[in-house]
T-cell receptor, first 114, second 112 residues
Framework: ETGVTQTPRHLVMGMTNKKSLKCEQH?????MYWYKQSAKKPLELMFV???????ENNSVPSRFSPECPNSSHLFLHLHTLQPEDSALYLC?????????????FGPGTRLTVT | AQTVTQSQPEMSVQEAETVTLSCTYD???????LFWYKQPPSRQMILVIR??????QNATENRFSVNFQKAAKSFSLKISDSQLGDAAMYFC?????????FGAGTILRVKS
C-alpha cells in the first residue's frame, strides 16, 4: 500500500449504530487530519493530530470521537449520528516540519446515516 | 479570519483549449502557501500545483500554471491544452500553520 488509505470506502449506518472509520498513511508523516465534505459546502477541517497529539478540534460534536494510536493510524469513532452527518469523510497526512505543508489525501469514506 | 473565495461554481472548456479558474483569498498572515487541488469523480483529492507566498515567480507544472497577485490576494489557475482527464472539481486552498482553508470549489467540464 502506498500513500493514504481509508477503510471502508462506503458505510451505511443507522442512527443508533456505532462504527469506526480507519485511515492509514504510508508516507512517514507526523501529522494527520480528518475532514468532512458535505454537498454544497466547503471542505471542513474536523481534527488535527501532530505527533499523535490532538492539536485541533474544530467544534466537532462529541458523537465524533477521533483516536490516533500512532503516527501512521487515525480512527474516527462514530456513535448516535444524525442524518445530516452523511458526507464524505477525508483523511489526510503531512510532514509538519517540512517546508511546504502539502497534505496528502486518502480516497475518503462515503458515509450515509439512515 | 482566513477565507478563500471561488466565484465560479462551474466552468466549461473545449478539449485542447485554455481555461482559467479564479480564486481570491483573505489573510493577515505574511507567510503562507497556496495550492490548487483537484478532485475527480473518484473523489481522490490530488495536488495540482503549489505556490509559496514569498515567491514572486508564478508556479508552473506542465500544462498548469498560476497567476499569483499577492497585493490583490488573487491566485488563479490556468490549464492549457485541456484534456478530458482534467474534468474534476478544483479547490483553491490556503495553508497557514499546517491548517488548510478550502474554497467552495469550481466544477470544470471538458467538452470533446
Amino acid at each position: 500500500e502506498t500513500g493514504v488509505t481509508q477503510t471502508p470506502r462506503h458505510l451505511v449506518m443507522g442512527m443508533t449504530n456505532k462504527k469506526s472509520l480507519k485511515c492509514e498513511q504510508h508516507l512517514g508523516h507526523n501529522a494527520m487530519y480528518w475532514y468532512k465534505q458535505s454537498a454544497k459546502k466547503p471542505l471542513e477541517l474536523m481534527f488535527v493530530y501532530n505527533f499523535k497529539e490532538q492539536t485541533e478540534n474544530n467544534s466537532v460534536p462529541s458523537r465524533f470521537s477521533p483516536e490516533c494510536p500512532n503516527s501512521s493510524h487515525l480512527f474516527l469513532h462514530l456513535h448516535t449520528l444524525q442524518p445530516e452527518d452523511s458526507a464524505l469523510y477525508l483523511c489526510a497526512s503531512s510532514q509538519e516540519d517540512s517546508s511546504s505543508y502539502e497534505q496528502y489525501f486518502g480516497p475518503g469514506t462515503r458515509l450515509t446515516v439512515t | 479570519a482566513q477565507t478563500v473565495t471561488q466565484s465560479q461554481p462551474e466552468m466549461s472548456v473545449q478539449e485542447a483549449e485554455t481555461v482559467t479558474l479564479s480564486c481570491t483569498y483573505d489573510t493577515s498572515e505574511s507567510d503562507y502557501y497556496l495550492f490548487w487541488y483537484k478532485q475527480p469523480p473518484s473523489r481522490q483529492m490530488i495536488l495540482v500545483i503549489r505556490q509559496e507566498a514569498y515567491k514572486q515567480q508564478n508556479a508552473t507544472e506542465n500544462r498548469f500554471s498560476v497567476n499569483f497577485q499577492k497585493a490583490a490576494k488573487s491566485f488563479s489557475l490556468k490549464i492549457s491544452d485541456s484534456q478530458l482527464g482534467d474534468a474534476a472539481m478544483y479547490f483553491c486552498v490556503m495553508e497557514y500553520g499546517n491548517k488548510l482553508v478550502f474554497g467552495a470549489g469550481t466544477i470544470l467540464r471538458v467538452k470533446s
